[in-house]
């Protein structure tokens, strides 16, 4: 939700209505030592990810997420708390930086920032909305930097 926001003031923004510079902040999301494991046993299967004592001896020294798995999170603050666009959080690119490891026992959070507003010139219909976004631990330390264009729709006139 926009910081400037009251909750009675959440509603679903169509391309017309996001703003270059709105700041929204999600919901908190505790990350599980169980999960880490599970995610990495399925899609990340390196030893770091996968125990503590895999980690040993790495750049990592104890158990870490996968990277993926950040993102993973991330995906789910945005699209359960995070702008809220009223056709869904739909990717058309993006860029991570994953500056430090997401570890087990991390709270974490998206602080998103509004950085660009276009309009499409050849489906007037739609637009991109770009904007950059940290993953952060309860500490503030940032466990994943995006830049990210999103697809967004201008609100349908009425028939």
């Known amino acids: 939700m926009a910081d400037d926001a009251s909750p009675e003031d959440h509603h679903e923004l169509w391309l017309d209505d996001i703003e270059v510079g709105s700041h929204y ?45 950040t993102a993973a999170i991330t995906m789910r603050l945005l699209a359960t708390s995070g702008i809220p666009i009223a056709t869904g959080i739909i990717g058309a690119s993006i860029e991570l930086a994953w500056p430090t490891p997401t570890r087990p026992g991390d ?17 007037p219909d739609r637009g991109f909305v770009t904007c950059t976004y940290d993953t952060l631990d309860a500490h503030d330390i940032v466990r994943q930097h995006t830049t990210a264009t999103l697809l967004a729709f201008t609100r349908p006139v009425a028939t």
């Open 107 to 123: 709270v974490l959070h998206v602080e998103l920032t509004v950085t660009g507003v276009t309009r499409s010139r050849s489906k």
């Open 25 to 69: 902040r999600t919901d908190e999301y505790v990350v599980t030592e169980d999960e880490i494991v599970e995610f990495a046993s399925r899609f990340d299967p390196q030893p770091f990810h996968l125990a503590a004592a895999g980690a040993a001896g790495t750049l990592f020294e104890t158990l870490a997420a996968s990277g993926w798995h």
